[in-house]
């Protein structure tokens, strides 16, 4: 059975840093493109990052690009998401999804607040 | 970037009753490959994430009642609840998993008259 779980949401400052995790179990990692899923607290979905299953190929939303970096250890099956230079408007619960053509598999999600 | 236009914004429906929601995409999403659209439906209920109904915008995903049905039109996209229940109370979304950004619409919430 997959399972993907996320970790490392919190409250940070406007400004701040945060990694996030999502560890993964299930199937081969390795072998599937991963991506982040955003939701802002009553809003949609918002499409964030995905990465390659080798770590190869990276692509971002504009919203995001140049502050957030995916990154994955294929080796301890995790998937990263760095956010710096947080705004308060990053505020959301962050999901981490697998990728079989689609979105086939989600994480419950961890919230991200970015308030002073 | 594609643009993924749903409508309408909210839908209130009797149960037993049919639903249907539209979503456009701002340019084609036909994979040549297997010429099917890269287009998915997901609903997610409040505290939950979303969960896969259709994808290939016509292929009900394993394990979903055979009311949620998908259709296709050029760029013009229908899910369709064939008689709503009480559990279909929820925001459905549509996205395109054709090109980055993969694009969702802004959601439609759907409610029981």
Redesign the interface.
């Known amino acids: 059975e997959v399972q993907l779980v996320e970790s490392g949401g919190m409250l940070v400052q406007p400004g701040g840093s945060l990694r996030l995790s999502c560890a993964a179990s299930g199937f081969t990692f390795s072998s599937f493109w991963m ?1 982040w899923v955003r939701q802002a607290p009553g809003k ?4 964030v990052s ?1 990465i390659k299953g080798d770590g190869t190929i990276t ?4 919203s995001v690009k140049g502050r957030f970096t995916i990154s994955r250890d294929n080796a301890e099956n995790t998937l990263y998401l760095q956010m710096n230079s947080l705004r308060a408007e990053d505020t959301a619960v962050y ?1 981490c999804a697998k990728d079989s ?4 598999s ?4 961890t919230l991200v607040t970015v308030s002073s | 970037d594609i643009v993924m236009t749903q409508s309408p914004d909210s839908l209130a429906v009797s149960l037993g009753e049919r639903a249907t929601i539209n979503c456009k995409s701002s340019q084609s999403v036909l994979y040549s490959s297997n010429n099917k659209n890269r287009l998915v439906w997901y609903q997610q209920k409040p505290g939950q994430p979303p969960k896969v109904l259709i994808a290939w915008a016509s292929t009900r995903e394993s394990g979903v009642p055979d009311r949620f049905s998908g259709s296709v039109s050029g760029t013009d996209f229908t899910l369709t609840i064939s008689s709503l229940q009480a559990e279909d109370v929820a925001v459905y979304y549509c996205q395109q998993h054709y090109s980055p950004p993969y694009t969702f619409g802004q959601g439609t919430k759907l409610e029981i008259k």
């Open positions: 991506h949609g979905l918002v499409w995905h692509n971002y939303a504009d999901y053509w689609y979105l086939n989600w994480g419950q999600g």
